[in-house]
């Protein structure tokens, strides 16, 4: 069962399905070490990465496993990074979800006000009853992002990442339909 992939609009952000177009941005993105600091994955060393990672996209379309976004800024129509639906199991109504953002685009609420669309997507759409997202442990702005969208911290990962040598845990943190609070517009605690 294919999942297409939606194109939602919020109050500063729009969000699409990635296109080969987005090669050079996403390399750019992904191949920052300060960017990818708490990522579970180095940073990227070749473009064709890139491709790879737009030709999964279209793949988890296709298969219904799910949906990855580019953030485009509304003002500018620039590229600040993309969010995801990941592991979509329709029989237990679940999923997992992501973000990657520019570090220039940190600091200003895109992340909570991207993710607040998908999952407002998530629940309405595809009916799902848990949304999970994971992150380092050392990265409190994440952290305070799932907060603020009303996920709960479940428990932690020990030693669930090796990045270059570099063991790291996690933070598994859930949200259940019935705690989902939609609001609408950017975050006012950006």
Sequence with gaps: MSLPTPTLHT?????????SADADVLFA?????????YWDSPPWSERARAERFIATCRQMAEEGSGARLAMDRVSDGAFIGWCSLTRWNPDYRSASMGYCLDDAAWGHGYATEAARALLQWAFD????????????????????????LGFVREGTLREDCVVNG??????????IRRQWRPSSGPDPGH
């Design 11 to 19: 109050a500063r952000l729009r969000l699409r399905p990635l296109t």
């Design 29 to 37: 993105l992904h191949s920052s070490a300060y960017v990818l600091r």
């Design 125 to 148: 759409t595809l009916d799902l009853n848990r949304v999970q997202a994971e992150t380092d442990t050392r990265n409190a702005a994440s952290a305070r992002v799932l907060e603020k």
């Design 166 to 175: 570099e063991v790291s845990d996690s933070w598994v943190y859930g949200l």
